[in-house]
């Protein structure tokens, strides 16, 4: 543990080091999205996915490890007893930092699929980072905007099948796709201008795992509903990370499941939409009082805390 240090000293190096890691296995997965562009096989795909996946968990365990070493940190990991490596998963979480990013990753690493992230369609021809995703099999999503449908009513439905077809070479490999909800990270700021109804969260937004589950739903196993919470970094938690400051990482996971309730034309049947809409919005009012209450339990020692079999190390 490198925390005893100045946070002037461990800030450069961090950085460097998270900086590296980055670079290092973007280098390697680069190679393997023009691979795939070369070899249009279906089992030379295969082959160079499943490099693709050990490349993300490369960059995930070196991650992990200079998180805890620069800092020292005491996970607390609830929720996830029922969950395996050999399921598919839609993972939804708040956003409070980009370190929710690794954070997930670092949860993710032992326990289910790599996390895998819906992109525009247009970042595909972005280079490095479009072949990079392709490689690590991130799927693509192709939206059609209402006036655009209504001028060529035969793109209905067409983005949804362009998505399905992107998620098809998950058919036979589990996988685990995430959508941060909120859309943007929580600040108080961003709180106050969107009137958010919760204490400690942004609103939801239905849309994008609408999307997903109207696309690949019957694929999954289970939602994840993972709550997030950095309770003694309530500033930068990135810069705080960098710092060696980062001193508890929390994250609460919901297993909740794919049914008719949640897959649906959101964009299209009204009834759906708001019946899909009230069931996000009880998740994100569970959520917040998940988060409202273990900061009264951590501030009251007559409150009962999270027991120790309830509590996984990831160091």
Sequence with gaps: MLSFL????????????????????????????????????????????????????????????????????????????HLDKDSWYLLIANHKSWVDIPVVSTFAYPLIPEPKFFLKDQLKWIPFLGTGCWALDMPYMKRYSAAKIAKKPHLKGKDIETTRQSCAKFQYTPTTIINFVEGSRCTAEKQRAKHSPFQHLLPPKAGGIAFTLASMGEQFNAILDITLIYPENQGHVALDML??????????????????????????????????????????????????????????????????????SFH
């Design 6 to 81: 100045p946070g002037f000293l461990l800030l450069p190096l961090s950085f460097s080091l998270f900086a590296l890691n980055l670079a290092f296995w973007g280098i390697l997965v680069t190679p393997l999205g023009l691979l795939k562009l070369l070899l249009p096989l279906p089992a030379a795909h295969k082959r160079i996915a499943a490099l693709g996946r050990r490349c993300y968990r490369g960059w995930t365990a070196v991650n992990t490890f200079l998180m805890n070493l620069f800092n020292q940190i005491d996970w607390q990991i609830s929720g996830q007893q």
């Design 243 to 312: 710092m060696g400051r980062l001193t508890k990482v929390v994250i609460h996971a919901d297993v909740l499941a794919v049914n008719h309730e949640v897959i649906g034309d959101y964009f299209n049947d009204a009834a759906f939409r708001e019946n899909f809409q009230q069931w996000l919005n009880q998740r994100w009012q569970l959520k917040d009082a998940y988060i409202s209450q273990y900061y009264q339990q951590q501030s009251s020692p007559l409150l009962v805390s999270p027991s120790h079999a309830e509590r996984e």
